[in-house]
């Protein structure tokens, strides 16, 4: 008896702990895709998360190479998909770009991160 109360609390615990592990806002994959090289100039740059977000407490900004903010400042999350967050960005000239986000869950964690991309001609 006291075995099967052990084996029932660690299963709790595990299933407790996973749970736990999962209740953060990864992000899942982008368009243009992390470390990707593109040709062509993107309309905008689009991040997929594991959880949904909250709107007015999550952002994105696309920078050149010199740190200036180059999108339009128009970040959104979906209206039909709560995990994708996106921003528009004017015509890009070839070079690398770096996308900085940082977003807040349903569940009231925040992640952060960043990734970078390159404009080929």
Do not use: N
């Not at 407790?16 to 470390?35: E, K, R, T, Y």
């Not at 900004?61 to 999108?71: A, E, F, H, M, T």
Request: charged fraction near 20%; aromatic fraction near 8%; include cysteine.
């Amino acid at each position: 008896m006291k075995r099967s109360a052990c084996v029932i609390a660690l299963l709790a615990w595990l299933l407790a702990s996973m749970q736990s592990a999962h209740a953060h806002a990864f992000l899942d994959h982008a368009a243009p895709a992390v470390g990707s090289t593109i040709h062509g100039s993107p309309a905008e740059v689009r991040l997929w998360f594991t959880q949904e977000l909250e709107p007015a407490f999550s952002t994105i900004r696309v920078l050149d190479q010199s740190g200036k903010q180059v999108d339009k400042a128009d970040k959104a999350v979906d209206r039909d998909d709560k995990t994708l967050l996106r921003v528009s960005l004017p015509q890009l000239p070839p070079g690398t770009y770096q996308v900085v986000w940082r977003v807040l869950s349903v569940d009231t964690h925040v992640t952060e991160g960043d990734f970078r991309f390159e404009v080929a001609p």
